[in-house]
């Protein structure tokens, strides 16, 4: 990890961190990924992913709409508002 | 040179659920602005996925109708990336495995039939919207579209020019219109489209560098900027007017023109992973049949079945598979009255008529086929007379009736009672003694003023045939 | 000592819950700035069941930033630490001070187990699935689980016994059938057979060796067989779960942005501007790392699947390893933290000390297996065995330290 590399990732993720943080986040990286190598040594070519720990399938519900909130309560705890839009710096189009 | 072009097609297609694909907020077009959202759409933490299972339903559809294979398991990925209309700043996807794989859409133009293979179709959310407000030189938030249920039917690059794009997407929004699965509504977004494009010699089989232009929702405008963009990459090839440059762009109708747009994120960045919130969806056979079972005819089937087999003139067939519900109410009146050609008329004139009055498209027509069917048998007996038929339509148009019952209460039924009649023709005579000797003048337009006069007494509710002669007999009298 | 967040003290015998469960009477803020003041429209399962069961619901006890600390350390509102600086779980603390009954909190990252350990309560991180995670700030949802941590195991079945349960709103979560076989087994004459993991217990303090020491002999007095394995295929657990915790973590934060709620920077001149700096400036180092680390574990391309799927196979490795272990013994005993205490000169001068000590709970985190703390140690079981390792623990409780 360099950190240039680090910055791309910073610009996805929306951080910006000082050239200080950076050296440290880098640092964390080479423990990790040494750590991580280690897993290399465990073949895992025949072996199934597993995204969910217990066997449950197929969980859906019926196609019925219901309110739970006005938009008021909603839009309680947000920062700007207006005309019952949440507001943000003009986007260029 | 020659050039060809090499176009693959990514069809967002919004699906007819009442509620979103993850949480239970409301999925219809409009409402108020952020008026159909909860905290699960606008991104608070805490709230869980669950899936809709009308969404899986519809997803199985279309795959069937565009001759899919059906992943009997199907799973949903999370996709990230930043833009204020995505408030949870990643997007609930299919990645792995999509609900409907390896397709086939028919199609036909000048030059002839073709194939177009379906790579995938997988379901999604869609995001929000965004208003732009130049008083405040603010962007302005909408979340009511954000997890609205969405499909993304991805072609194999097997397109070649806008003619044959235009074919594609009018069989694909015949077909899924059929299937109930989306109204397909260009104008109101619920289907649009991202065209990819490369250029290369004629005969070649190395694909051109390729553009992406994003979310083009008029007919007229996709094939405005294939050929606009065609000719873009031709002149950089052949001129060296620019260097080619794998991008996604915008097309802007107004100036004719493409641009490039500023984020350039790759699949990579997107970093697609398995959502652990949403377990595997298994479609057992039963589940699998019975969205098998619900599938339409093809409309070409239907139209072949209503000129063979019914004998419906091609123009009217034609006109009645443009709609499934038009098709679902024709087949539910002939069921009941047995006169193909009457119900085909009412729905052509009559129902298409008030329709246009309501501001209401084809597929939102809302009457019974058994009810239609009814009031036409009531017509064809001679108990109700077409102008009252007419009449109880529109009434059937507001709410659900019988129309039998219907015309008893509003006194519509056809009398035979000729001795009403002639009380009615009788004073209708004595009022207007002029129209009674302009026409024994020989002026034929008397006739009908004193016929209407009497018709308007008995509120239409007469046999006119012999209405006409019980009032000539009495104007000979007279 | 910082116990509580947006309450200063407690009824007795009330169920606390932590920062990170959400409740509609007193803000939710996952230890963060990013969240601070924040309330929720809607309250946690768990919050419903434990009013329901007749509890009082006490004060939002602090957690750090997202709870993926050592101990609360990263907490916005301040760690919880004694005058020698030495670090305390507030989770633990407030049933073990504060007169609680008991605290429902999210174990993402092994942090209650942790304070559990050091502070010698008891700590049930249950079998996943089995309690509803509607209404917890999701960090790590493929392994996270709501807890509960008392003084006494009776306290803590008390309560376990009011939020296990089937929850429609949770995808993740078990029938009830499948629940209530959590119940079952009460009696520690269920577990015959232990096995400590020599490959853990070989790294710790001369303070935790006496802790399970102490253990084995109460153990073997009362007929439980304790053998010693070398275990140290469990070790990969900690590679494999600092990736998907991370990488899932990632993007469960990504909805903080300072558009929809929460901190929003005064510095910003354009969208940009405004998502990046009220991210930097809201969030805490030990996040910062985890959300970098997590996004390029995402990261694939044609060649390489990259470390997220790695994980995922490895992940099932440990499963498996795990499951064939249990068909010999019936619970893995393991350290729960490599020394008895930590101070904030410990986490200060290594921010990402959480993911080096989480090799002891990575095991039970990526597999959703219950583990207990008691007396110091953890008994890592099968799943569903929670309650027969609930009772190893009230022998423990019994014959003392």
Not at chain 2, 24 to 31: L, M, N, P, Q
Not at chain 2, 217 to 224: D, G, H, M, T, V
Not at chain 3, 66 to 80: A, K, P
Not at chain 3, 164 to 186: Q, V, Y
Request: hydrophobic share 40%.
């Amino acid at each position: 990890m360099t950190k240039d590399s680090l910055q791309k990732l910073e610009k996805l993720y929306q951080l910006c961190l000082t050239e200080e943080e950076k050296e440290g986040v880098i640092a964390f990286f080479a423990k990790q990924d040494d750590e991580f190598a280690a897993l290399e040594n465990i073949d895992t070519a025949n072996v199934e992913r597993m995204v969910h720990v217990m066997p449950i399938l197929t969980v859906v519900r019926e196609d019925v709409e219901k309110k739970l909130f006005t938009r008021e309560e909603l839009q309680r705890n947000a920062p700007e508002t207006m005309d019952g839009y949440w507001q943000v710096p003009r986007l260029v189009e | 040179m020659r050039y060809e072009t090499v176009i693959g097609l990514e069809v967002h297609i919004e699906l007819a659920t009442e509620s979103k694909i993850f949480c239970s907020c409301s999925a219809k077009f409009g409402g108020e602005q952020n008026d159909h959202v909860c905290p699960a759409c606008c991104g608070m933490p805490g709230m869980l996925p669950i899936v809709n299972k009308h969404v899986v339903d519809l997803g199985m559809a279309a795959g069937m109708m565009l001759n899919c294979d059906i992943n009997r398991v199907t799973t949903f990925d999370k996709k990230s990336y930043y833009y204020p209309d995505l408030p949870c700043s990643y997007q609930t996807t299919q990645w792995f495995a999509p609900v409907s794989v390896n397709g086939r859409v028919d199609i036909e133009t000048s030059k002839g039939k073709k194939s177009i293979r379906i790579k995938q179709i997988h379901m999604e959310e869609d995001a929000g919207k965004l208003v732009h407000d130049d008083w405040t030189n603010t962007s302005l938030v909408d979340f009511n579209r954000t997890s609205v249920p969405l499909i993304e039917i991805v072609s194999q690059p097997d397109l070649s020019s806008a003619e044959e794009v235009i074919a594609y997407l009018e069989r694909l929004r015949s077909l899924l219109r059929f299937a109930k699965v989306s109204e397909c509504r260009m104008e109101q977004g619920s289907m649009r489209c991202d065209v990819n494009l490369s250029v290369r010699p004629e005969g070649s089989d190395v694909l051109g560098v390729r553009t992406e232009m994003k979310n083009m929702n008029s007919l007229s405008a996709i094939a405005r900027a294939i050929e606009y963009e065609t000719a873009r990459h031709i002149d950089a090839i052949e001129n060296g007017t620019e260097e080619l440059v794998q991008e996604t762009r915008r097309w802007d109708d107004t100036k004719g023109a493409s641009f490039a747009m500023r984020n350039k994120e790759t699949a990579g960045d997107y970093r697609y992973f398995p959502d652990p919130n949403v377990m595997p969806i298994v479609i057992d056979d039963e589940w699998f049949n019975t969205v098998k079972s619900n599938l339409p005819e093809f409309p070409e089937v239907k139209k072949a079945r209503y000129i063979d087999e019914l004998g419906l003139a091609e123009g009217d067939a034609e006109h009645l598979i443009q709609s499934r519900a038009f098709c679902d109410c024709f087949e539910g009146a002939y069921e009941v009255c047995g006169n193909a050609k009457e119900a085909a008329n009412w729905l052509i004139f009559d129902c298409s008529k008030i329709l246009n009055q309501k501001q209401q498209t084809v597929d939102q027509l809302n009457i019974s086929g058994k009810a239609l069917g009814e009031l036409i048998k009531l017509v064809l007996d001679e108990k109700v007379s077409r102008a009252n038929a007419k009449k109880i339509l529109s009434a059937m148009f507001e709410e659900e009736l019988d129309p039998a019952e219907y015309a008893k209460a509003n006194g519509f039924i056809v009398s035979n009672d000729t001795g009403a009649m002639e009380s009615v023709i009788a004073a209708v005579i004595a009022a207007d003694p002029k129209s009674v000797n302009d026409y024994k003048n020989g002026k034929e337009k008397a006739l009908m003023a004193l016929f209407g006069k009497c018709m308007k007494e008995l509120k239409g509710n007469c046999n006119p045939q012999v209405l006409r002669e019980m009032l000539l007999k009495s104007i000979e009298n007279a | 000592m910082k116990l509580y967040v947006s309450q200063s003290s407690a009824a007795a015998g009330c169920v606390a819950v932590d920062d990170m469960i959400l409740t509609t009477d007193q803000p939710t803020a996952a230890g963060s700035k990013m969240l601070d003041g924040y309330m929720s429209l809607f309250g946690a399962e768990v919050v419903e069941k434990i009013k329901a069961a007749g509890y009082e619901v006490g004060g939002k006890v602090n957690v750090g930033e997202f709870s993926i600390d050592m101990l609360g350390e990263t907490s916005f509102y301040g760690e919880c630490a004694d005058e020698s600086g030495k670090l305390a779980g507030a989770v633990a603390e407030v049933v073990k001070a504060d007169g609680v009954k008991a605290c429902l909190t999210l174990d993402v990252n092994g942090m209650p187990r942790r304070a559990a350990a050091i502070a010698k309560t008891v700590f049930l991180k249950p079998t996943y699935g089995t309690v509803s995670r509607y209404g917890t700030i999701p960090v790590a949802c493929s392994g996270e689980t709501v807890g509960v941590m008392a003084n006494t195991t009776a306290n803590l079945r008390d309560v376990l016994e009011a939020v296990i349960g089937h929850d429609d709103k949770d995808g993740t979560s078990l029938s009830d059938e499948k629940c209530a076989l959590l119940k079952r087994d009460s009696d520690f004459k269920a577990v015959k057979k232990i096995a400590v993991i020599k490959a853990m217990t070989d790294k710790v303090d001369g303070a935790v060796a006496a802790d399970i020491d102490a253990f084995k002999a109460v153990a073997e007095k009362n007929g439980i067989e304790v053998c010693e394995i070398d275990g140290s295929e469990l070790l990969a657990a900690k590679a494999a779960w600092n990736v998907l915790m991370s990488a899932e973590l990632c993007n469960n934060v990504s909805r903080y942005d300072g558009v929809k709620y929460g901190y929003r920077t005064p510095n910003y001149t354009n969208i940009d501007e405004l998502y990046t700096n009220s991210r930097t400036e809201a969030f805490g180092m030990l996040l910062k790392s985890a959300i970098l680390y997590g996004s390029q574990s995402l990261l694939y391309t044609e060649k390489n699947r990259g470390a997220y799927d790695k994980s995922l196979r490895v992940r099932r490795v440990v499963y498996d390893y795990m499951a064939k272990l249990f068909e010999e013994y019936d619970a893995l005993l393991m350290p729960v933290c490599s020394k008895a205490a930590y101070t904030k000169a410990d986490t200060d001068s290594n921010v990402t000390l959480s993911f080096e000590e989480n090799v002891y709970t990575a095991p039970a985190s990526i597999t959703g297996l219950p583990a207990v703390v008691v007396n110091g140690v953890q008994l890592v079981g099968k799943a569903f065995s929670d309650s027969a390792l609930l009772a190893v623990a009230e022998i423990c409780e019994k014959e003392g330290k």
